[in-house]
Every structure is written in C-alpha cells, then in structure tokens.
C-alpha cells in the first residue's frame, strides 16, 4: 500500500498493490497494522456499500458530528466515480475547502477521509459501487450534511446532477459556520 497526501491535511490516497497472473488480480485493501505504521489508528466498526444505478447520481456531502465523527475508508468497487471530500475541522487551514479525487473499480485505489472531514460522490457510469469501511457505527441522530451547491464551499461538478435524495438537497446552509472541534 502507497499512502499520498492530499491537499487536505489528514486525507490520503492509497494505492494497492494488486498480485496479478492469468486468472486476474488479488489485493489486499485494508490492514490495520499498515494504517498504523502511517500513523493512522483504524479500527472498523462498521463496513457500508453504496449501489448506484444511474450515472450523474450524487450522494453527499455527509459527515457525523462529534462525538460520533468518523473516519471512512472508500473503494470504488465497480463503475467510476468522482469523489469529494469537505474539511469541516475547526481550525484546520483548509476549513471549507474540498478536494475531488476519480475512484474506479479498475484503479485500485482507496481514499482515507479522517474524522470532521465530509464526504460525497458523483457516479461518472451505471452501475457503480462504493464500499465504506467506517471506524464509528453510525448514529442517526449524529448525521450532518452540507448541500453540493452551498455557497460557503468550493465544489465544483464534472456533470449536472440527475439523480439526487430529497434530505441532499435540503441542508441548512453554512453561513458563517465555524467549523466542527475534532
Ligand atoms: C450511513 C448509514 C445509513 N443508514 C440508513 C439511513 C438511511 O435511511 C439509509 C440511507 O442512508 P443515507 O441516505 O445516508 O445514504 P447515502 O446517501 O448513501 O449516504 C452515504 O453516502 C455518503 C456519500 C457517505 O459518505 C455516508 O457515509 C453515507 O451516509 O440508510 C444506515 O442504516 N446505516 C448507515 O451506516
């Protein structure tokens, strides 16, 4: 596994490294002792899947707060998505920035998202899969979430959205948010 800083602090893109012979590949995508050894201490509580039909489908931008913030380990496990991710830390230098990365089932890359940090995808094919592995269960009552178009932050789409939830669109809007304290 090759760990890349992003340009937000915290937030990594991860290589796998995949056996490959005739009959295809095989990889290896978590191990908590590696996770360690780059000084992140992950330990899954809970491991998600996310099935999308159409492409132009967007999920997000979703986070849990404190104290039930959680950090999430993502594969693209089919299809091909462009992923983001928020910084919602209070504090951190790149609070309210967002980054996007392009995660496909056949780049056999993972991207680790830390506590305060909100994520969200939009598909870029039919069909296209997400696996989450989370470090916290998920707590309903803990959800938060920020609307793609929020004019306090920095996203920009590749594609308009054509497939989005009623609860996506309709998040309070950040003004003057300061940040959460992770
Ligand atoms: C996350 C979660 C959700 N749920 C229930 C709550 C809803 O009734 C239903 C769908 O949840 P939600 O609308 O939040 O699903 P997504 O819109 O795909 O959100 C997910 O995708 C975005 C991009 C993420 O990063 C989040 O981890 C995750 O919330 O499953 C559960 O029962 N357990 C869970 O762990």
Known sequence: MKFTKTDIPGCFLIELSAFR????WFSRLFCQDTFLKEGIDFQVRQINQSMNK????FRGMHMQRPPF?????????SGAVQDFVLDLRLGS?????????HLSENDEKLLYIPKGIAHGFLTLEESSSLTYLHDTNYVPE??????FDDPAIDL???YAIRNISEKDVS???LSDFKGFKI
């Open 93 to 101: 230098p790149t609070l309210l920035k967002t980054s996007s990365f």
């Open 21 to 24: 012979d005739e009959r295809g």
């Open 156 to 158: 920009i789409l590749p």
């Open 69 to 77: 913030s959680e950090g999430k380990i993502v594969r693209c496990v």
């Open 171 to 173: 998040y309070p809007l």
């Open 142 to 147: 803990a959800e938060f979430g920020v609307r």
């Open 54 to 57: 159409e492409r132009h489908t």
